[in-house]
C-alpha cells in the first residue's frame, strides 16, 4: 500500500515528506496507521549521524500513537481497530531479560531493530523499487508502518491519541526513570540536568514521588517556568555561576542530593551529575543518549566514597503490561500530558518540529497525519 512518510534519506538533511510503499505485515507482525507522532530528541540524534546504530535511508519516529489496521498470521493479541502505541523496547515475556523480572530489556527483535530490519531480516518499506529502514521497531513518522506484535501496546480507545502518543517515549522514561530505576522515595532531594521533555518529566515524577527539593537545571531559563509548574523547587542556570555546576549543588544541599538524573546526552554534564550526588548513598541515572565515540568518566574515589552510577531505557517500564495503565493514569489526571505538547503540525511541517527543538522552544512537537 502507499503511506506518506517522512523520510531521512542521508543523515544532516531535513526528512522530506514522500509517498512510500509498505508491503502487507508478515508472521508476527501487525500494520499500523499512525494517527500521531511526538518528535523525540533521539530522532535528532540519529538524523544528526551521531548515532552508531544510525542507517540511511530510513523511516524515523519513536513515540506515536496509531490504529491496527491489518495483522499477520499467528498475530492475537491485538485485532483491527485496536488502539497502540508502538514500543521501541519490546516484551515477549518469553527471553531471558523478559523472565528475569529485573530489567525491560527484552531481546526477542533487539538484533534485527538494531539494522533496522524487521526480525525475518527485511524491511517492509520501500521508495521507488528501494528498501528503506526501520527505525527503533517503530518508524512512527509514516502513515502506515509495521511493527512487531510483541512491539506493541495495547490501550484504551478512549484516550487522547495527541497526548498519550508521548508516553512512547519521553514521558514514560522519565517518570520510570524516577521510580523504577532510582526508586525516589518521599522526602528525598533530586537534581535533574535538562529540562526537555524527558527531564520535565523526571520533575513530574519526582514531585509524584513526593521528592522533598527538586533542583532543575538547564541552561535554558526558558524552561524554568514549566519545570516549577512540574514541581520544581529550585530552577538553576549553570551560566548564572562562575563554578562547576556540581559544585554549586553540593554548596546548595550540603552533602549533594539522594538522586540525580542526566536528561541531554552530554558526557561532561553526566558526570557533573554523578559528582552533585550525595556522599555515601547518592545515586545518578543516565538518561541522555550521547554521540559515537563519546564516553564517561570521573575520580573513581566518586564511587569509593558512595555514589553509584546507573542508567536507563525507556525508564524500565515494560511496554506491554505497563504502558496500559500508564494511559490510564493519565486520562485520569495522575500524568499531566498537555503541557509537554508546546506545538502541533501536519507531516508537512516536520522539519519544523526539528528546528524548534534545536531553538529551544519546544518541549514536544506533535506531528498529526
Ligand atoms: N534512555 C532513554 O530511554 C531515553 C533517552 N533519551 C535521551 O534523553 C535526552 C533528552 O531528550 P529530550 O528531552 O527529548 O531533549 P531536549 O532537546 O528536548 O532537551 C534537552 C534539554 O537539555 C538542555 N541542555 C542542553 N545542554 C545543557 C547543559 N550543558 N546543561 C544543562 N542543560 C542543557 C537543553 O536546553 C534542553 O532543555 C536525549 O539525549 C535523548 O536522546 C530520550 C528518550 C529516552
Ligand atoms: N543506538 C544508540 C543508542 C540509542 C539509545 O540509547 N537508545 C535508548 C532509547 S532513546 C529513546 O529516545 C535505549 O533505550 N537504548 C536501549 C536499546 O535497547 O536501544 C547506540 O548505538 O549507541
Ligand atoms: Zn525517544
Ligand atoms: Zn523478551
Same mark, same amino acid.
Given at each position: 500500500?502507499?503511506?506518506?512518510?517522512?523520510?531521512?534519506?542521508?543523515?544532516?538533511?531535513?526528512?522530506?515528506?514522500?509517498?512510500?510503499?509498505?508491503?502487507?505485515?508478515?508472521?508476527?507482525?501487525?500494520?499500523?496507521?499512525?494517527?500521531?507522532?511526538?518528535?523525540?530528541?533521539?530522532?535528532?540524534?540519529?538524523?544528526?549521524?551521531?548515532?552508531? $546504530? /544510525?542507517?540511511?535511508?530510513? =523511516?524515523? *519516529?519513536?513515540? +506515536?500513537? !496509531?490504529?491496527? %489496521?491489518?495483522? &499477520?498470521?499467528?498475530?492475537?493479541?491485538?485485532?483491527?481497530?485496536?488502539?497502540?502505541?508502538?514500543?521501541?523496547?519490546?516484551?515477549?515475556?518469553?527471553?531471558?531479560?523478559?523472565?528475569?523480572?529485573?530489567?525491560?530489556?527484552?531481546?526477542?527483535?533487539?538484533?534485527?531493530?538494531?539494522?533496522?530490519?524487521?526480525?525475518?531480516?527485511?524491511?517492509?518499506?520501500?521508495?521507488?523499487?528501494?528498501?528503506?529502514?526501520?527505525?527503533?521497531?517503530?518508524?512512527?513518522?509514516?502513515?502506515?508502518?509495521?511493527?512487531?506484535?510483541?512491539?506493541?501496546?495495547?490501550?484504551?480507545?478512549?484516550?487522547?491519541?495527541?497526548?498519550?502518543?508521548?508516553?512512547?517515549?519521553?514521558?514514560?522514561?522519565?517518570?520510570?526513570?524516577?521510580?523504577?530505576?532510582?526508586?525516589?522515595? $518521599? /522526602?528525598?532531594?533530586?537534581? =535533574?540536568? *535538562?529540562?526537555? +521533555?524527558? !527531564?520535565?518529566? %523526571?520533575?513530574? &515524577?519526582?514531585?509524584?514521588?513526593?521528592?522533598?527539593?527538586?533542583?532543575?537545571?538547564?541552561?535554558?531559563?526558558?524552561?524554568?517556568?514549566?519545570?516549577?509548574?512540574?514541581?520544581?523547587?529550585?530552577?538553576?542556570?549553570?551560566?548564572?555561576?562562575?563554578?562547576?555546576?556540581?559544585?554549586?549543588?553540593?554548596?546548595?544541599?550540603?552533602?549533594?542530593?539522594?538522586?540525580?538524573?542526566?536528561?541531554?546526552?552530554?558526557?561532561?554534564?553526566?558526570?557533573?551529575?554523578?559528582?552533585?550526588?550525595?556522599?555515601?548513598?547518592?545515586?545518578?541515572?543516565?538518561?541522555?543518549?550521547?554521540?559515537?565515540?563519546?564516553?564517561?568518566?570521573?575520580?573513581?574515589?566518586?564511587?569509593?566514597?558512595?555514589?553509584?552510577?546507573?542508567?536507563?531505557?525507556?525508564?524500565?517500564?515494560?511496554?506491554?503490561?505497563?504502558?496500559?495503565?500508564?494511559?490510564?493514569?493519565?486520562?485520569?489526571?495522575?500524568?499531566?500530558?498537555?503541557?509537554?505538547?508546546?506545538?502541533?503540525?501536519?507531516?508537512?511541517?516536520?522539519?519544523?518540529?526539528?528546528?524548534?527543538?534545536?531553538?529551544?522552544?519546544?518541549?514536544?512537537?506533535?506531528?498529526?497525519?
Amino acid at each position: 500500500m502507499k503511506s506518506r512518510a517522512a523520510v531521512a534519506f542521508a543523515a544532516g538533511q531535513p526528512l522530506q515528506v514522500v509517498e512510500i510503499d509498505v508491503a502487507p505485515p508478515k508472521q508476527g507482525e501487525v500494520l499500523v496507521k499512525i494517527t500521531h507522532t511526538g518528535v523525540c530528541h533521539t530522532d535528532a540524534f540519529t538524523l544528526s549521524g551521531d548515532d552508531p $546504530e /544510525g542507517l540511511f535511508p530510513v =523511516v524515523l *519516529g519513536h513515540e +506515536g500513537a !496509531g490504529i491496527v %489496521v491489518e495483522v &499477520g498470521e499467528g498475530v492475537t493479541s491485538v485485532k483491527p481497530g485496536d488502539h497502540v502505541i508502538p514500543l521501541y523496547t519490546a516484551e515477549c515475556g518469553q527471553c531471558l531479560f523478559c523472565k528475569s523480572g529485573k530489567t525491560n530489556l527484552c531481546v526477542a527483535v533487539r538484533a534485527t531493530q538494531g539494522k533496522g530490519v524487521m526480525p525475518d531480516g527485511t524491511s517492509r518499506f520501500s521508495y521507488e523499487g528501494k528498501p528503506l529502514y526501520h527505525y527503533m521497531g517503530c518508524s512512527t513518522f509514516s502513515e502506515y508502518t509495521v511493527v512487531a506484535e510483541v512491539s506493541l501496546a495495547k490501550i484504551n480507545r478512549d484516550a487522547n491519541p495527541e497526548q498519550v502518543c508521548l508516553l512512547g517515549c519521553g514521558v514514560t522514561t522519565g517518570l520510570g526513570a524516577v521510580k523504577n530505576t532510582a526508586k525516589v522515595q $518521599e /522526602g528525598d532531594s533530586v537534581a =535533574v540536568f *535538562g529540562l526537555g +521533555g524527558i !527531564g520535565l518529566a %523526571v520533575v513530574h &515524577g519526582a514531585a509524584m514521588a513526593k521528592a522533598g527539593r527538586i533542583i532543575a537545571v538547564d541552561t535554558n531559563p526558558a524552561k524554568f517556568e514549566l519545570a516549577k509548574t512540574f514541581g520544581a523547587t529550585d530552577c538553576v542556570n549553570p551560566k548564572d555561576h562562575d563554578k562547576p555546576i556540581q559544585q554549586v549543588i553540593v554548596e546548595m544541599t550540603g552533602w549533594g542530593v539522594d538522586h540525580s538524573f542526566e536528561c541531554i546526552g552530554n558526557v561532561n554534564v553526566m558526570r557533573a551529575a554523578l559528582e552533585c550526588a550525595h556522599r555515601g548513598w547518592g545515586q545518578s541515572v543516565i538518561i541522555g543518549v550521547a554521540g559515537s565515540g563519546q564516553e564517561i568518566s570521573t575520580r573513581p574515589f566518586q564511587l569509593v566514597t558512595g555514589r553509584k552510577w546507573m542508567g536507563t531505557a525507556f525508564g524500565g517500564v515494560k511496554g506491554r503490561s505497563q504502558l496500559p495503565g500508564m494511559v490510564e493514569d493519565a486520562m485520569a489526571g495522575r500524568i499531566r500530558l498537555a503541557p509537554f505538547v508546546t506545538h502541533t503540525m501536519p507531516l508537512a511541517g516536520i522539519n519544523e518540529a526539528f528546528d524548534l527543538m534545536h531553538e529551544g522552544k519546544s518541549i514536544r512537537s506533535v506531528v498529526h497525519f
